[in-house]
């Protein structure tokens, strides 16, 4: 699993689970931080939650 695909399944996790409230910014350093990876890695893995939206159910909107 590449590090993109890898920390888009761990925001969205955090986000299906309420571990990310509604409404936080998730800002690319605090990620990269967060998860060990670069802020280049946490764009990609952005876009492809923004991609893959519908899959976060009615969570889709929090970001």
């Known amino acids: 699993m590449t590090a993109p695909i890898k920390s888009s ?4 996790e955090r986000i299906t689970e309420a571990m990310l409230a509604p409404g936080t910014r998730l800002g690319e350093r605090q990620l990269a931080e967060l998860f060990g990876v670069s802020p280049t890695q946490i764009r990609e ?9 519908a ?9």
């Open 55 to 63: 899959n976060l159910g009615r969570c889709a909107r929090c970001f």
């Open 9 to 12: 399944t761990q925001i969205a």
């Open 45 to 53: 893995a952005l876009a492809r939650l923004v991609r893959d939206r």
